[in-house]
């Protein structure tokens, strides 16, 4: 279970991993995801004011600094009537002012900083939310891999676009706007000769625009690719070298990492290239602009301190054109992360809760745990059935065994119940109500699912079984370990209870896991309980401690029971043969061995084929 | 810590050394070129000022203009593309190291060490440690070219050195302001790297229990617990950014101080006529020239010592010894059916208190087929893995075709030995792929064959001719199964995933 690169846990077609590939977005879609990003600065916008604020201060401060300097020349030491007070004077004013633009770039750094991190840290808690509400068909879908990927790097690429690129185009934009006034207020024929630079700009900046998206995507696309195949080769290392495939597997990485390698030469000599080329136009439209200018001072059509200041004013008036296109990638890659988060966001969940008006909100203690398929159709993709109009009725407290070979459709029967997938056909119902009129939330605390492999949290034992709930007390916890038998299991631990579990319980063995899995439903006391080959893992002794805690539990609970292993359902009240999404035969194993039909083959099978008492399936 | 840095990078920067220079040169002749470009454009306003201009006159100073310009753009062009190649460069070969590296390492490793852990080595740390030499090689480049000919011109001006000597004093406290910051710096950024991972741990685990989470209506709690997370990660770069952006401001204002001092001392001297108000003027212009490459180095610092932190984590990575390596005499297995001996085998897991295996002793003829059975942890997993040496068996204790594992080499060992783990494990390939896995290099022929005659046979038969065969009911397992690692490739069954490994352990010839 630890590795993020593993699919979700359906047995069903998945898709490619999708790791950090690059989608195909349409600009509408751009343009809502922009916008759903844009709205997480809203709310800071005070602070982005401040900040403004702050880098006006510094600024200033700053470019007070040679004023004072100019100051302390002109009107003293030229006039030669300059004391030592002054000159101390003017230097305490310096350190003042140096000391405010240390305070105040500080301040700003500081404030952007927060503004950033608290739009990172709000984007990543929804991005959280919104995935957990998701139906288990978007887990089937995409990876885990995938959505940690989205969780971590691409929210931080969305922040680096609120701290530097916003920082940038705001204070960039502006010197550009500044300087741009000034020109005109100088000399308005000049600044319209100046002003046709605009349009060359724009159209570096489109001709480069595609190719820049394009060697970045490229290099982004090799990246994942070798991501993939890095993640995979991690994953099964141990296989590769039990086939002692280390060199063959270096070889393809080798490949891998070279195309990477490859593409990334090819982006950074885009970028290289559209960095200059604004740089070298700057210093070509200075060139010009001397001659041109030049030639205008000497027919005396311009005075000299004009063309002086124009020449300056070019010159600065490409500091901020080159500053922003620094922050390209950055942007590039900001952009990519709100298309791909915009993605997940805009995904809704399959399996809703009820509108209000349709809603059954039944009380808990009032559950009888009645289950009812009504003509049940269901497939995970269009086109393919897993279940075709399933009948079956479940009286409150019985005990139901489910047995078939691996995809009959066992576990899909399970997943509809706890509603991880909607029928496509009919309906479920408990105790009469359509399962898809109570509120999820209610739904998930009437039914309890024990799977094959128990899934236990990095936490204490106690907060494991009690799933972190701190309205269930330590006594209770104990109690309900006492019940399934754990106890004893737990005290020999070195903490006992508060024993950290590291690596998903890697401490315990699985039988162990299982009964804390256990100790969860009786703690929670849900109404139906559902065993997913709750023991398949597990040895004849073990499973003889959880059969055993298996019916503690289940006494006065409707129970179903999904199990390979026959003798695990033997005893059920009533057992249910499903082959190919249809139920085949049902009743109590005495019954089903009179009948002499699938059951009793796959029981002769189970024990004659192999000699053991265990069904091998698959 | 030096010894463990010069490791990776030092060794990089010197075999690259030339280019590296090359590339300086370059950056070099670009700054000195940009300078003559001011230098110009104060010749021509100058000539202009005093009339002696035609209009080929200006049009020269145009074109030498022009020239100017285009060849700055080209020569630091140059410089910075040659920079950023090294730089993805280093990347692509410390990645092949690290894999080179990962191959090596054991499942004891692996089973320590989560592959979202491992994997962020190659994303982020290589990553970051790239960013800090290109951008560091640029922004010193053109730091030290200011600061060395500012001092340069300084020295040749008619300033005397002491007040020069008197106005640098203040800068002189960088050397002891990088000590003190510098380590508080590294520190901070290494907790926020650990949140960050912590974090990403928790995105895991929350996805991946995301079954249980709402069978038990846990949603709260997962938020909780992942918000938890965030949070830490918000607090620990608020920390850090105080430091950093304190320490990066703290810079130019010892320059500033530095021309607090010009101004008073040097106005003095002015003022008492010692000095003539022109060497007043240029002290201060330099001075203030100081102050872009004294930022840029404050930059440079802040950047380095948070991929310092990088580079320790590959550096230590890289120095961790594998610990299954073949001796320095291993000879391959001979040729032939192989029998395997075992002999008061007692074998307790690194960390562990009890042993799992406890004086274990048996003989397998050539040829013979052996079942072992017992419950879950009696050790059954654990003598196959011993035999394949995943783990080390003490010596002496394990015998294949009559020789120690420990004096056969790895390679023949594994070669030799054909097993089926529990738990196929696909890779997302072919599926002929993944059935010639074990001889990637064989002819698609052979491959074709062989899937005929597995095709006419059980599973379970289709190796049994004179090999000889271990089978135990929990097979080698990947480091994954116990919990982690178990990749789900295509739509197959569990059973069908089993008999493509079944199939896969077949054209090795046991």
Redesign the interface.
């Given at each position: 279970?630890?590795?993020?690169?593993?699919?979700g846990?359906g047995?069903?077609?998945?898709e490619?991993?999708e790791i950090s590939g690059s989608y195909q977005t349409t600009p509408a879609e751009r343009k809502a995801a922009f916008r759903h990003i844009v709205a997480y600065a809203k709310p800071h916008l005070g602070t982005f004011l401040l900040v403004f604020g702050c880098s006006l201060v510094a600024i200033l401060a700053d470019l007070l600094?040679?004023y004072?300097?100019k100051i302390?020349?002109d009107d003293?030491?030229?006039g030669?009537k300059?004391?030592?007070k002054l000159?101390?004077m003017?230097?305490?004013t310096?350190?003042g002012?140096?000391?405010l633009?240390?305070l105040f770039?500080?301040w700003q750094?500081?404030l952007l900083?927060?503004i950033g991190?608290?739009i990172?840290?709000k984007l990543?808690?929804d991005l959280?939310?919104h995935?957990?509400?998701l139906s288990?068909s978007f887990?089937d879908r995409f990876p885990?891999?995938s959505?940690?990927t989205h969780?971590?790097s691409d929210t931080e690429s969305i922040s680096q676009f609120f701290t530097q690129v916003l920082l940038s185009l705001i204070r960039d934009g502006m010197t550009l706007i500044f300087i741009l006034i000034f020109m005109f207020k100088l000399d308005v024929k000049l600044a319209l000769i100046s002003a046709t630079l605009l349009p060359v700009i724009a159209i570096i900046a489109v001709v480069f625009r595609s190719w820049l998206r394009q060697t970045y995507q490229a290099a982004r696309t090799q990246l994942s690719r070798?991501?993939?195949f890095?993640?995979?080769?991690?994953?099964?290392?141990?296989?590769?070298?039990?086939?002692?495939?280390?060199e063959?597997?270096?070889k393809q990485?080798?490949a891998r990492?070279?195309r990477?390698?490859k593409a990334?030469?090819k982006e950074?000599?885009s970028?290289?290239?559209f960095?200059?080329?604004f740089?070298?136009l700057?210093?070509?439209s200075?060139?010009?602009l001397?001659?041109i200018g030049?030639?205008a001072?000497?027919h005396r059509e311009l005075e000299?301190g004009v063309?002086?200041a124009f020449?300056n004013y070019i010159r600065q008036f490409f500091q901020p054109i080159n500053a922003i296109t620094q922050q390209w990638n950055t942007m590039q890659s900001a952009t990519v992360s709100m298309d791909r988060l915009w993605r997940i966001f805009s995904t809704k969940p399959e399996v809703v809760d009820p509108e209000p008006e349709q809603a059954v909100d039944p009380k808990l203690e009032d559950v009888r745990g009645a289950i009812a398929y009504r003509g049940v159709e269901f497939g995970y993709l269009e086109g393919t059935r897993v279940i075709n109009r399933l009948d079956l009725s479940i009286r409150p407290g019985e005990m139901i065994g489910i047995v078939g070979v691996?995809?009959a459709g066992k576990s899909s029967l399970m997943s509809l119940l706890?509603r991880?997938y909607d029928v496509t056909a009919g309906a479920i119902e408990i105790d009469g109500i359509d399962v898809r009129r109570i509120p999820?939330?209610?739904l998930?605390?009437m039914?309890?699912?024990v799977?094959q492999?128990p899934?236990l949290?990095?936490g204490s034992i106690i907060d494991n079984v009690r799933?972190?709930?701190e309205r269930y007390t330590r006594g209770q916890v104990i109690e309900a370990c006492r019940f399934v038998g754990a106890d004893p299991l737990i005290r020999r631990l070195k903490d006992g209870y508060d024993t950290l579990l590291s690596?998903?319980?890697?401490g315990l063995?699985?039988?162990e896991r299982q009964l804390l899995s256990f100790a969860?439903i009786v703690l929670?006391e849900p109404r139906i309980l559902i065993l997913d080959e709750a023991t398949a893992?597990?040895?004849?002794?073990?499973e003889q401690l959880v059969q055993h805690a298996l019916q503690v539990v289940s006494a006065g609970r409707t129970t179903l029971v999904i199990a390979h292993r026959l003798s695990t359902v033997m005893h059920a009240d009533r057992i249910i043969v499903m082959k190919h999404g249809d139920i085949v035969e049902q009743g109590t194993h005495a019954e089903l061995i009179e009948q002499g039909g699938y059951y009793k083959e796959l029981y002769e099978h189970a024990k004659g084929g192999h000699g053991l008492e265990e069904l091998q399936?698959? | 810590m030096a010894e463990t840095r010069r490791g990776l990078l030092t060794s990089y920067l010197l075999s690259n050394s030339p280019i590296y220079a090359t590339a300086i040169g370059f950056l070099i002749m670009s700054n000195i070129v940009n300078a003559a470009?001011p230098k110009t454009?104060g010749r021509?306003?100058d000539d202009?000022?005093k009339g002696g201009?035609?209009?080929a006159t200006?049009?020269h100073?145009?074109?030498l203009?022009?020239a100017?310009?285009?060849t700055?753009?080209?020569l630091?062009?140059l410089g910075?593309?040659t920079v950023?190649?090294l730089g993805?460069?280093f990347?692509?070969v410390t990645?092949?190291k690290l894999?080179?590296h990962?191959?090596?390492?054991s499942?004891h490793y692996?089973?320590q060490h989560?592959?979202?852990k491992?994997?962020s080595y190659?994303?982020n740390d290589v990553t970051s440690v790239r960013e800090s030499i290109s951008n560091g090689v640029n922004q010193t480049t053109n730091a030290v070219f200011l600061i060395l000919s500012c001092i340069v011109m300084m020295s040749f001006s008619s300033i005397p050195f002491y007040l020069i000597a008197i106005c640098v004093l203040p800068l002189l406290a960088i050397p002891f302001i990088v000590v003190r910051f510098g380590p508080v710096i590294r520190g901070r950024s290494l907790k926020v790297q650990e949140s960050?991972a912590s974090?990403?741990?928790s995105?895991?685990?929350?996805?991946?229990?995301?079954?249980?989470?709402?069978?038990?209506?846990?949603?709260d709690?997962?938020?909780?617990?992942?918000?938890e997370k965030?949070?830490a990660?918000?607090d620990n770069?608020?920390r850090l950014?105080?430091v950093s952006?304190?320490f990066?401001?703290?810079l130019?204002?010892l320059g500033?101080?530095s021309?607090?001092?010009a101004?008073?001392v040097g106005?003095?001297l002015?003022?008492t006529h010692r000095i003539t108000?022109g060497s007043?003027?240029e002290l201060?212009l330099y001075l203030?020239m100081i102050m872009t490459p004294l930022q840029q180095i404050g930059n440079v610092i802040n950047m380095m010592q948070r991929s310092r932190a990088s580079l320790e984590r590959i550096n230590a990575l890289l120095a961790q010894k594998p610990d299954i390596v073949s001796a320095s005499e291993a000879e391959p297995l001979p040729e032939g059916p192989l029998g395997v001996r075992v002999r008061g085998l007692t074998f307790r897991y690194p960390g562990a208190t009890e042993p799992a295996l406890r004086d274990i002793s048996f003989d397998i003829e050539p040829g013979q087929t052996v079942a072992i059975v017992g419950?879950?942890?009696s050790g059954k997993t654990t003598l196959v893995k011993l035999l394949?040496r995943?783990y080390d068996p003490p010596r002496g204790t394990i015998r294949v075709g009559g020789r120690d594992i420990a004096d056969i080499t790895?390679?023949s060992l594994?070669?030799r030995?054909a097993?089926v783990?529990q738990d196929g494990?696909l890779?997302?390939t072919t599926i002929r792929d993944n059935i010639a896995?074990?001889d990637?290099?064989q002819s698609s022929g052979k491959w074709s064959r062989r899937r005929s005659r597995r095709k006419s046979r059980p599973a379970s038969r289709a190796c049994r001719s004179s090999s000889t065969r271990v089978s135990a009911s929990a097979a080698?397992r990947?480091?994954?199964d116990?919990?982690?690692?178990?990749?789900?490739?295509?739509?197959s069954?569990?059973?069908?995933r089993?008999s493509s490994s079944t199939t896969?352990s077949a054209p090795?010839t046991p």
């Amino acid at each position: 279970m630890r590795n993020p690169f593993r699919f979700g846990q359906g047995k069903r077609a998945k898709e490619q991993p999708e790791i950090s590939g690059s989608y195909q977005t349409t600009p509408a879609e751009r343009k809502a995801a922009f916008r759903h990003i844009v709205a997480y600065a809203k709310p800071h916008l005070g602070t982005f004011l401040l900040v403004f604020g702050c880098s006006l201060v510094a600024i200033l401060a700053d470019l007070l600094q040679p004023y004072l300097v100019k100051i302390a020349i002109d009107d003293h030491l030229m006039g030669g009537k300059a004391d030592a007070k002054l000159l101390w004077m003017i230097g305490a004013t310096y350190a003042g002012l140096a000391l405010l633009s240390l305070l105040f770039t500080y301040w700003q750094n500081n404030l952007l900083q927060r503004i950033g991190q608290s739009i990172v840290a709000k984007l990543r808690k929804d991005l959280f939310r919104h995935i957990q509400s998701l139906s288990m068909s978007f887990f089937d879908r995409f990876p885990i891999g995938s959505l940690v990927t989205h969780e971590s790097s691409d929210t931080e690429s969305i922040s680096q676009f609120f701290t530097q690129v916003l920082l940038s185009l705001i204070r960039d934009g502006m010197t550009l706007i500044f300087i741009l006034i000034f020109m005109f207020k100088l000399d308005v024929k000049l600044a319209l000769i100046s002003a046709t630079l605009l349009p060359v700009i724009a159209i570096i900046a489109v001709v480069f625009r595609s190719w820049l998206r394009q060697t970045y995507q490229a290099a982004r696309t090799q990246l994942s690719r070798m991501i993939a195949f890095l993640a995979e080769n991690l994953a099964g290392m141990s296989l590769i070298q039990a086939f002692n495939q280390e060199e063959e597997q270096f070889k393809q990485f080798e490949a891998r990492n070279q195309r990477y390698w490859k593409a990334n030469v090819k982006e950074i000599r885009s970028n290289v290239l559209f960095n200059r080329s604004f740089d070298i136009l700057g210093n070509v439209s200075v060139a010009l602009l001397t001659w041109i200018g030049g030639m205008a001072v000497f027919h005396r059509e311009l005075e000299f301190g004009v063309l002086y200041a124009f020449i300056n004013y070019i010159r600065q008036f490409f500091q901020p054109i080159n500053a922003i296109t620094q922050q390209w990638n950055t942007m590039q890659s900001a952009t990519v992360s709100m298309d791909r988060l915009w993605r997940i966001f805009s995904t809704k969940p399959e399996v809703v809760d009820p509108e209000p008006e349709q809603a059954v909100d039944p009380k808990l203690e009032d559950v009888r745990g009645a289950i009812a398929y009504r003509g049940v159709e269901f497939g995970y993709l269009e086109g393919t059935r897993v279940i075709n109009r399933l009948d079956l009725s479940i009286r409150p407290g019985e005990m139901i065994g489910i047995v078939g070979v691996t995809g009959a459709g066992k576990s899909s029967l399970m997943s509809l119940l706890c509603r991880f997938y909607d029928v496509t056909a009919g309906a479920i119902e408990i105790d009469g109500i359509d399962v898809r009129r109570i509120p999820q939330a209610k739904l998930h605390r009437m039914i309890g699912l024990v799977q094959q492999e128990p899934y236990l949290y990095s936490g204490s034992i106690i907060d494991n079984v009690r799933m972190f709930d701190e309205r269930y007390t330590r006594g209770q916890v104990i109690e309900a370990c006492r019940f399934v038998g754990a106890d004893p299991l737990i005290r020999r631990l070195k903490d006992g209870y508060d024993t950290l579990l590291s690596e998903r319980g890697s401490g315990l063995s699985a039988g162990e896991r299982q009964l804390l899995s256990f100790a969860r439903i009786v703690l929670l006391e849900p109404r139906i309980l559902i065993l997913d080959e709750a023991t398949a893992n597990l040895d004849s002794f073990t499973e003889q401690l959880v059969q055993h805690a298996l019916q503690v539990v289940s006494a006065g609970r409707t129970t179903l029971v999904i199990a390979h292993r026959l003798s695990t359902v033997m005893h059920a009240d009533r057992i249910i043969v499903m082959k190919h999404g249809d139920i085949v035969e049902q009743g109590t194993h005495a019954e089903l061995i009179e009948q002499g039909g699938y059951y009793k083959e796959l029981y002769e099978h189970a024990k004659g084929g192999h000699g053991l008492e265990e069904l091998q399936t698959g | 810590m030096a010894e463990t840095r010069r490791g990776l990078l030092t060794s990089y920067l010197l075999s690259n050394s030339p280019i590296y220079a090359t590339a300086i040169g370059f950056l070099i002749m670009s700054n000195i070129v940009n300078a003559a470009f001011p230098k110009t454009l104060g010749r021509f306003t100058d000539d202009l000022q005093k009339g002696g201009m035609t209009p080929a006159t200006i049009e020269h100073y145009g074109l030498l203009l022009l020239a100017i310009g285009v060849t700055y753009g080209l020569l630091f062009g140059l410089g910075q593309f040659t920079v950023a190649r090294l730089g993805r460069h280093f990347e692509f070969v410390t990645r092949q190291k690290l894999f080179a590296h990962f191959t090596k390492l054991s499942e004891h490793y692996f089973s320590q060490h989560g592959i979202g852990k491992l994997l962020s080595y190659v994303m982020n740390d290589v990553t970051s440690v790239r960013e800090s030499i290109s951008n560091g090689v640029n922004q010193t480049t053109n730091a030290v070219f200011l600061i060395l000919s500012c001092i340069v011109m300084m020295s040749f001006s008619s300033i005397p050195f002491y007040l020069i000597a008197i106005c640098v004093l203040p800068l002189l406290a960088i050397p002891f302001i990088v000590v003190r910051f510098g380590p508080v710096i590294r520190g901070r950024s290494l907790k926020v790297q650990e949140s960050l991972a912590s974090m990403t741990e928790s995105a895991e685990e929350q996805f991946g229990g995301i079954r249980v989470t709402k069978t038990f209506a846990a949603e709260d709690m997962a938020m909780r617990r992942f918000g938890e997370k965030v949070d830490a990660i918000r607090d620990n770069q608020l920390r850090l950014v105080k430091v950093s952006s304190f320490f990066q401001a703290l810079l130019p204002f010892l320059g500033a101080l530095s021309l607090v001092l010009a101004i008073i001392v040097g106005g003095t001297l002015t003022a008492t006529h010692r000095i003539t108000l022109g060497s007043f003027v240029e002290l201060t212009l330099y001075l203030r020239m100081i102050m872009t490459p004294l930022q840029q180095i404050g930059n440079v610092i802040n950047m380095m010592q948070r991929s310092r932190a990088s580079l320790e984590r590959i550096n230590a990575l890289l120095a961790q010894k594998p610990d299954i390596v073949s001796a320095s005499e291993a000879e391959p297995l001979p040729e032939g059916p192989l029998g395997v001996r075992v002999r008061g085998l007692t074998f307790r897991y690194p960390g562990a208190t009890e042993p799992a295996l406890r004086d274990i002793s048996f003989d397998i003829e050539p040829g013979q087929t052996v079942a072992i059975v017992g419950k879950t942890g009696s050790g059954k997993t654990t003598l196959v893995k011993l035999l394949l040496r995943v783990y080390d068996p003490p010596r002496g204790t394990i015998r294949v075709g009559g020789r120690d594992i420990a004096d056969i080499t790895l390679d023949s060992l594994r070669r030799r030995i054909a097993y089926v783990p529990q738990d196929g494990f696909l890779f997302s390939t072919t599926i002929r792929d993944n059935i010639a896995f074990s001889d990637a290099r064989q002819s698609s022929g052979k491959w074709s064959r062989r899937r005929s005659r597995r095709k006419s046979r059980p599973a379970s038969r289709a190796c049994r001719s004179s090999s000889t065969r271990v089978s135990a009911s929990a097979a080698l397992r990947c480091p994954a199964d116990s919990g982690s690692a178990q990749a789900w490739r295509g739509a197959s069954s569990n059973g069908r995933r089993s008999s493509s490994s079944t199939t896969a352990s077949a054209p090795s010839t046991p």
